[in-house]
T-cell receptor, first 111, second 111 residues
Framework: GQQLNQSPQSMFIQEGEDVSMNCTSS?????WLWYKQDPGEGPVLLIA?????ELTSNGRLTAQFGITRKDSFLNISASIPSDVGIYFC???????????FGTGTLLAVQP | DVKVTQSSRYLVKRTGEKVFLECVQD?????MFWYRQDPGLGLRLIYF???????EKGDIPEGYSVSREKKERFSLILESASTNQTSMYLC??????????FGDGTRLSIL
């Protein structure tokens, strides 16, 4: 099945640094979602985006729905150790309720 | 809050066994999904269901079947488990066009 191109695959940063990750697709999406997965847990929804150009924040997290509808990015400001985990983007195309997931970005934060 | 509960966090079975993974959601969601998650491959959709007694194949249905006898419960069945089905299995549910909510996952090992 189709997968999104998510980058980077992994990031190793110092506490306090800002983080940016993105997803691109060859298809147009009408919904972009960002999830975080802690070790041994299921993914938890962070931010949902429904309109091209939409910029949404959730605490230190900010995500944007690209104007072309083929990309999205997630920024984390002033990272802290509990930000550690795998971040997934997911997109939905048209009327289907199926999500297409990125391969994930592993984030490690050094205290 | 939506609660998606998977019956087992860890499961060890033998090759050839019939394996049942259970998932229950408490929000009256129509749509339920089963994914498997493997390193470097992200989340891949196995089966999904839009309603009771309805099921649709996802991207990797081979070797699996599902059952949805009640709206709140979606079961994944490995008819004859094989070692290549060792994986993390994630269940999700949603109302149509809303973000999916995930359970904590079942880490299944087939020996």
């Amino acid at each position: 099945g189709q997968q999104l191109n998510q980058s980077p695959q992994s990031m190793f940063i110092q506490e306090g640094e800002d983080v940016s990750m993105n997803c691109t697709s060859s298809s147009i999406f009408n919904t972009w979602l960002w999830y975080k997965q802690d070790p041994g847990e299921g993914p938890v929804l962070l931010i949902a985006l429904y309109k091209a150009g939409e910029l949404t924040s959730n605490g230190r997290l900010t995500a944007q729905f690209g104007i072309t509808r083929k990309d999205s990015f997630l920024n984390i400001s002033a990272s802290i150790p509990s930000d550690v985990g795998i971040y997934f983007c997911a997109g939905r195309n048209g009327a289907t309720n199926k999500l297409i997931f990125g391969t994930g970005t592993l984030l490690a934060v050094q205290p | 809050d939506v609660k998606v509960t998977q019956s087992s966090r860890y499961l060890v079975k033998r090759t050839g066994e019939k394996v049942f993974l259970e998932c229950v959601q408490d929000m009256d969601h129509e749509n339920m999904f089963w994914y498997r998650q493997d390193p470097g491959l992200g989340l891949r959709l196995i089966y999904f269901s839009y309603d009771v007694k309805m099921k649709e194949k996802g991207d990797i249905p081979e070797g699996y079947s599902v059952s949805r006898e009640k709206k709140e419960r979606f079961s994944l069945i490995l008819e004859s488990a094989s070692t290549n089905q060792t994986s993390m299995y994630l269940c999700a549910s949603t109302l149509f066009n809303q973000p999916q909510h995930f359970g904590d996952g079942t880490r299944l090992s087939i020996l």
